[in-house]
């Protein structure tokens, strides 16, 4: 079966730091471009908006973030492990969502997780 | 960044009716050196993550039932679902992938009159 598992929500001061893991199983991990998602939930409409994006090693590995998240949040994967990672720092109040990671096949996100909640609050 | 404006924001449909969603995007999204448009939609079920339901602007992604169309080219498009069903009481986004960052619609919310 097909799947992503995220995990490593929680609450978290302003300031402060969160490692979120998605887990994937049922498809070939280190092939896939790997993006995170994320889903305000008290906006009107709990819009959707892309993370980042991960490629896959063989494409170079690199990867490519939102503006709103540029040279705070991190992108990772571990191949050995079919893991992808969000690591982020400074986190603010805006940062309070339900993460989602997705896999990205041609720019459309295909294969997607349940998500974690990340709440910024002191 | 490309802005993906959808209309309506809500609309209530009888069960076996027709809705449709527009969705409109601040600049082209279709690419000329292989005519494809950069526009995918996506159904929010309450509870749920996004579940992709058209590629390529009228591809079908595999498993979706045939009362899911997407049309139009350049910077306007449609989903539309032919004969409403309960189970398609949902969120439906819009998303292009034509420039980074992949930008959505606000989502329009379909439910049954």
């Known amino acids: 079966e097909v799947q992503l598992v995220e995990s490593g929500g929680g609450l978290v001061n302003p300031g402060g730091s969160l490692r979120l893991s998605c887990a994937a199983s049922?498809?070939?991990?280190?092939?896939?471009?790997m993006s995170w998602v994320r889903q305000v939930r008290q906006a009107p409409g709990k819009g959707l908006e892309w993370?980042?994006?991960?490629?896959?090693?063989?494409?170079?590995?690199?990867?490519d973030y939102a503006a709103p998240v540029k040279g705070r949040f991190t992108i990772s994967r571990d191949d050995s492990k079919n893991t992808l990672y969000l690591q982020m720092n400074s986190l603010k109040t805006e940062d309070t969502a339900l993460y989602y990671c997705?896999?990205?096949?041609?720019?459309?996100?295909?294969?997607w997780g349940q998500g974690t909640m990340v709440t910024v609050s002191s | 960044d490309i802005v993906m404006t959808q209309s309506p924001d809500s609309l209530a449909v009888s069960l076996g009716e027709r809705a449709t969603i527009n969705c409109k995007s601040s600049?082209?999204?279709?690419?000329?050196?292989?005519?494809?448009?950069?526009l995918s939609w996506y159904q929010q079920k309450s509870g749920q993550p996004p579940k992709l339901l058209i590629y390529?602007?009228?591809a079908r992604e595999s498993g979706v039932p045939d009362r899911f169309s997407g049309s139009g080219s350049g910077t306007d498009f449609t989903l539309t679902i032919s004969s409403l069903q309960a189970e398609d009481v949902a969120v439906y986004y819009c998303?292009?992938?034509?420039?980074?960052?992949?930008?959505f619609g606000q989502g329009t919310k379909v439910e049954i009159k």
């Open positions: 997705a896999t990205d096949y041609r720019g459309s996100f295909e294969i």
């Open positions: 049922g498809f070939t991990f280190n092939d896939a471009w």
């Open positions: 993370v980042g994006r991960i490629k896959s090693k063989i494409n170079g590995g690199t990867a």
């Open positions: 600049q082209s999204v279709l690419y000329s050196s292989n005519n494809k448009n950069y």
């Open positions: 390529w602007a009228s």
């Open positions: 998303q292009q992938y034509y420039s980074t960052p992949a930008t």
